[in-house]
T-cell receptor, first 115, second 112 residues
Framework: AQKITQTQPGMFVQEKEAVTLDCTYD???????LFWYKQPSSGEMIFLIY??????QNATEGRYSLNFQKARKSANLVISASQLGDSAMYFC????????????FGTGTSLTVIP | EAQVTQNPRYLITVTGKKLTVTCSQN?????MSWYRQDPGLGLRQIYY???????DKGDVPEGYKVSRKEKRNFPLILESPSPNQTSLYFC???????????FGNGTRLTVT
């Protein structure tokens, strides 16, 4: 079974609007970490935001926030006030303590910001 | 500057010719790992290391070897590369298994 599922292969958003990128995960572990990374067309992987499974508050980093719904096993990324530079691939990832700190990545969502 | 350095950035080789992709980090990170990225499949973990002399298989370890003799270096070895190992490879490091990963710039490998 897939550990991380990103169901949106491609998304479009108008500049200055907010967008939500979906991510669901599968684990039976109580302790895990959830991450979002951005990959622009230049190819590098950029860390955006982290949520620990025991964190009660949703993580926020500037324009990025993580909508963590533990019971639903979802960890959606919300980007507010989209900018043209936000156009990129976005990957959701999970560090699973059950499997000895393996990292699992989703297949990614390609976001295009329209001027 | 804190960074993860991979070399080479691009590599074209032939089936069966052993190769090594180097990875070095200057942040004194304990955790290091290798991934391959293929279209439609995202990133898949090949091997990871929690510390010196400690390595573990990820999801797709077949055809790869790693070693962690020093904290800063984590080379990826393909003893007998095959065309299905053509991919974009990333090395990454983190303070530990719980912390965000810092990625290298990637190595694009083509095996003909």
């Amino acid at each position: 079974a897939q550990k991380i599922t990103q169901t949106q292969p491609g998304m479009f958003v108008q500049e200055k609007e907010a967008v939500t990128l979906d991510c669901t995960y599968d684990t039976s572990d109580q302790s895990y970490g959830l991450f979002w990374y951005k990959q622009p067309s230049s190819g590098e992987m950029i860390f955006l935001i982290y949520q620990g499974s025991y964190d009660e508050q949703n993580a926020t980093e500037g324009r990025y926030s993580l909508n963590f719904q533990k019971a639903r096993k979802s960890a959606n990324l919300v980007i507010s006030a989209s900018q043209l530079g936000d156009s990129a691939m976005y990957f959701c990832a999970m560090r699973d303590e059950d499997t000895g700190n393996q990292f699992y990545f989703g297949t990614g969502t390609s976001l295009t910001v329209i001027p | 500057e804190a960074q993860v350095t991979q070399n080479p950035r691009y590599l074209i080789t032939v089936t069966g010719k052993k190769l090594t992709v180097t990875c070095s980090q200057n942040m004194n990170h304990e955790y290091m790992s290798w991934y391959r990225q293929d279209p439609g499949l995202g990133l898949r973990q090949i091997y990871y290391s929690m510390n010196v002399e400690v390595t573990d298989k990820g999801d797709v370890p077949e055809g790869y070897k790693v070693s962690r003799k020093e904290k800063r270096n984590f080379p990826l070895i393909l003893e007998s590369p095959s065309p299905n190992q053509t991919s974009l490879y990333f090395c990454a490091s983190g303070v530990n298994g719980n912390s965000p990963l810092h990625f290298g710039n990637g190595t694009r490998l083509t095996v003909t």
